[in-house]
């Protein structure tokens, strides 16, 4: 498979281009955090990763004045209306989102592309971001894209479960959620908030994150109460909220691709299966060819493409936390998760 040079803002095949997208979408912006300042005003508050603050909103931190912000999560609870056939999934921030949006959109896109094996396929030329938004981005837009053409429409969230707009819990949609052990977690997210920081304020200490992290404090965290949220939906409603998690995909892709396609209506056919269709797809979206593809470029709000792919492995947090520190985390995780059956089945973790 050839790898393109570089991926930049992506309008995916068919899509109009609206060039003044970029000002209405400002504008709502400004429009939504205007109309929750007020609120945002009486939410508890504390140090922010990449942000300053964080906010409490129902029991989690969120950042505020950006697109995946506390803002948002309040306007998408009152206006976000969910379709039965759409498909979410989601997932505790550094957890594996680009990933499982790359496979998810290759899964059920996957005939689209198959005629030229998937030489024309807009994961070649994209972030797996633009191809599949988050809720939390879509709801500036002014403009139709992709996700408003195409049933189903593919979605992501970082929202945890009990904050979910109402209609999604309602509508009796698929969700999968991707679980990654916390300390993996913990150390992806410190790059991401060092390089994504305004670097005026200094750069985050790696001590630092870790006393906020084991306090719960980080973009919409607490981690464990974000994982537990998401796997009690998955027992109480297990045809309609897959958990999966990352160690598991690291360790046989194959296998847990089939099973997501499964899942999510869209199996693999025994033809498929003969061709290496899941091969192809696990290539597609490996690691490997999509931190080629996003070498260069920037998603909106300047973050660059490659922020998303740093090591992709399971187990980088042995290189950073301290044995007192891996010690502490294992014991709130053992207290947090008491009674519950999330393990991450790899050795390391
Ligand atoms: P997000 O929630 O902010 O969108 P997310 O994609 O969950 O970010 O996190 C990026 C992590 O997934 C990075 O982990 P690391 O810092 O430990 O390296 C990134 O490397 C990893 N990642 C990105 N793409 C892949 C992939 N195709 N396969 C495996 N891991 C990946």
């Not at 570089?6 to 400002?26: I, Q, R, V």
């Amino acid at each position: 498979m050839s790898m393109p040079i570089a991926s930049h803002a992506f309008s995916l095949p068919s899509l109009p281009k609206y060039s003044n997208e970029g000002n209405h979408e400002t504008a709502n912006m400004a429009l939504i955090f205007d109309r929750y300042k007020d609120r945002l005003a009486t939410l508890p508050k504390e140090k922010g990763w990449i942000t300053e603050n964080l906010y409490m909103y129902q029991g989690f931190w969120h950042q505020s004045s950006r697109r995946i912000s506390v803002e948002t999560v309040m306007a998408l609870q009152s206006t976000f209306k969910a379709h039965p056939t759409d498909i979410y999934l989601a997932t505790l921030p550094k957890s594996g989102t680009t990933w499982l949006k790359a496979l998810v959109f290759a899964l059920v896109n996957r005939n689209r592309y198959k005629d030229d094996r998937f030489s024309t396929h807009p994961l070649l030329v994209s972030s797996p971001h633009n191809c599949l938004p988050f809720i939390e981005t879509e709801i500036f837009r002014n403009t139709p894209t992709y996700v408003d053409s195409h049933s189903p429409r593919l979605f992501a969230t970082h929202i945890p479960y009990t904050s979910l707009p109402q209609s999604i819990l309602e509508s009796g949609c698929r969700l999968v959620y991707l679980c990654r052990n916390p300390k993996d977690v913990l150390v992806s997210m410190f790059h991401f908030a060092n390089k994504l920081r305004d670097k005026s304020r200094g750069l985050l200490t790696f001590e630092e994150t870790f006393e906020l992290f084991s306090k719960g404090i980080m973009p919409t965290g607490p981690y464990w109460d974000h994982v537990k949220g998401y796997h009690k939906a998955s027992l109480e409603h297990p045809g309609k909220v897959l958990f999966l998690t990352y160690e598991d995909m690291k360790i046989d892709t194959v296998n847990n691709v089939k099973r997501l396609a499964r899942y999510l209506g869209y199996p693999i056919t025994e033809e498929e299966e003969a061709e290496g269709a899941v091969e192809g797809i696990v290539k597609l979206c490996s690691f490997e060819n999509l931190s080629e593809v996003n070498k260069h470029g920037n998603l909106r709000e300047d973050i660059p493409n490659d922020a998303f792919f740093r090591e992709g492995k399971v187990g980088d947090w042995t290189n950073h936390l301290t044995d007192e520190m891996s010690s502490i985390l294992d014991e709130i995780t053992k207290e947090k998760f008491y009674g519950l059956d999330i393990t991450w089945n790899n050795p390391i973790c």
